[in-house]
């Protein structure tokens, strides 16, 4: 009897309040799913396996212009790509800590989604004051890091920081090619 009369009140409840449940209910269970899958179907303690190649490429990366030239020419991600070579954790972590040199490519794919240093970029005639790209342990992403500062007039400076998710192969050395702003 109980819930034949919890129906009949939902029934007769204006059509507001009913659209108002259903939205809630709609939600909880958006909600409700999510918490299963990242709980359940995403395990957050994966670690990366290695492959015995991999290993071995990592310790002789100690030297890096043999690792460099072991790599192919072009572009080199951290994700999947046609038309580049993917990274794995491993030479992402080595190429980011012996890269040295941010693209101007990169600096101005950064500046899209920071719209006052796109700004100071274009108005200062396109030149960056510092950049750096080092490796987090903690967070396993090499972070590219790049300042803009106003020639003249102001002393507006604008540091732009994002993960570098790629990076060109010149042969001799690496560049950081593609930033992912946070």
């Known amino acids: 009897m109980g819930l ?19 939205l809630s209910g709609l939600i909880f269970t958006i909600i409700f799913t999510f918490i299963i899958f990242n709980n359940f179907l995403i395990n957050e303690s994966v670690k990366i396996e290695m492959s015995a190649a991999d290993m071995e490429r990592a310790e002789s990366a100690e030297n890096y212009d043999e690792f460099i030239s072991s790599l ?30 941010v693209t101007q490519r990169s600096i101005m794919g950064g500046n899209i989604t920071d719209i006052s240093a ?3 970029y274009k108005s200062n005639g396109n030149k960056i004051e510092k950049f750096l790209v080092k490796w987090d342990s903690f ?3 090499c972070l590219a890091e790049y300042t803009v500062r106003a020639m003249q007039g102001t002393t507006d ?10 990076f060109l192969n010149t042969g001799v050395d690496t560049r950081v090619y593609f930033i992912k702003n946070f």
């Not at 034949?4 to 259903?22: M, S």
């Not at 400076?157 to 790629?166: H, P």
């Open 4 to 22: 034949e009369d919890i129906l009949n009140k939902y029934k007769e409840a204006p059509e507001a309040v009913r659209n108002l449940l259903g």
């Open 72 to 101: 192919p020419s072009g572009k080199l991600n951290f994700y999947a790509s046609k038309d580049s070579y993917q990274l794995t954790l491993i030479e992402y972590e080595t190429v980011c800590k012996n890269t040295k040199i």
């Open 118 to 120: 796109q700004k100071l």
């Open 139 to 141: 967070e396993n992403i």
């Open 157 to 166: 400076t604008i540091t732009v920081v994002g993960q570098a998710k790629g």
